[in-house]
């Protein structure tokens, strides 16, 4: 891998943009290294958590790669947002957890991955924004929808019409990150531990339902955790689980 970096900590991977002298931005070969990254740890049954962090102290990603895209046609426009897209519906789908660690500009396509990230912890330093539109384009891998989704539509198309940058504390209020801290890779690690140690299989469950929820309507997703539900009886974590509990004793998982 040219532009990533690769660093296994038990079941967690951090995997870390590694373009720090264009503050990481991604260019079609970063985000075809980084499909298949994705691509093999969907396969990986050691990894439970992914983290995606930047190089650096500057930079998450300051977005698309603006020089890569400046002479692009149309039809290559095209192929570069669906690249994206993939890459970005790919994060969000996978069947692992995945946090961002914003350690600086999130910027563009940058805050796009940030928000197909499961969730989003910031570093004090970190800021937001779709900047596109001053760039006389349009966000390319997926802020327009992902954006609204999780702050609103007024507030995604104040960010989005503004191109503003905004601040972690700002980015916190608004809701698009859940924490601010003063180190967003410690915060990651701690919290990914925290989720390992928990039922595996309830913990994937919940991701899936939670992600695959959201583009149901309320009737067909509630069915869809009933299984869910009924399928984690079938597992001998429902039963450690909840025997821990009346024996009064931590559980063991694995
Ligand atoms: N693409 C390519 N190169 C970039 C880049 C980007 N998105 N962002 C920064 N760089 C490069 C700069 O060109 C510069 O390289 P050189 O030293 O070779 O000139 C290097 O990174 C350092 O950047 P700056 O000197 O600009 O650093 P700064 O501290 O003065 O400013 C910044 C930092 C405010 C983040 C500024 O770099 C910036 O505005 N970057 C662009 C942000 C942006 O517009 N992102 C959206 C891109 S479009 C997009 O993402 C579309 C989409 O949805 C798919």
Redesign the pocket.
């Known amino acids: 891998m040219k532009n990533l970096l690769l660093d296994i900590k038990g079941k967690i991977m951090v995997l870390t943009i590694n373009r720090p ?3 990481n ?3 079609r070969d970063t985000l075809k290294e980084l499909k298949e990254i994705l691509c093999e740890l969907e396969k990986n049954d050691q990894i439970d958590v992914i983290i995606i962090t930047g190089s650096g102290d ?2 998450f990603i ?8 400046e002479n692009m046609t149309s039809v290559e426009a095209k192929g ?2 669906l690249l ?1 897209h993939e890459v970005l519906n790919r994060i969000e789908n996978i069947n692992k957890l995945v946090i961002a660690s914003v350690n600086g ?1 999130a ?4 805050c ?1 991955l940030a928000l197909a990230c499961d969730i989003r912890f910031a570093s004090e330093n970190a ?1 937001f ?4 539109v ?2 006389g ?5 997926g ?1 327009t929808q992902r954006l609204p989704r999780i702050v609103g539509k007024g507030i995604a198309l104040e960010l989005l019409l503004s191109g503003k ?1 905004i601040n972690a504390e700002e980015a916190f209020r608004i809701g698009l990150v859940n924490k601010v801290v003063p180190n967003a890779l410690a915060e990651a690690e701690e919290f990914a531990q925290s989720v390992i140690s928990k039922g595996r299989f309830a913990v994937k469950q919940i991701k899936q339902l939670v992600v695959d929820g959201m583009n149901m309507d309320l009737c067909r997703a509630l069915k869809y955790e009933a299984e869910a539900f009924a399928l984690c009886f079938s597992t001998s974590e429902q039963k450690e689980g909840m025997s821990a509990f009346t024996e009064k004793r931590k559980p063991k998982f694995s």
Do not use: R, S, Y
């Open positions: 002298n264009a503050l931005a991604l260019n500057k930079a300051a977005g698309a790669d603006i020089k890569e895209m570069f947002a994206g500009f910027l563009g396509g940058g796009e800021k924004g779709q900047p596109e001053g760039l384009i349009t966000p390319g891998f802020g940058i």
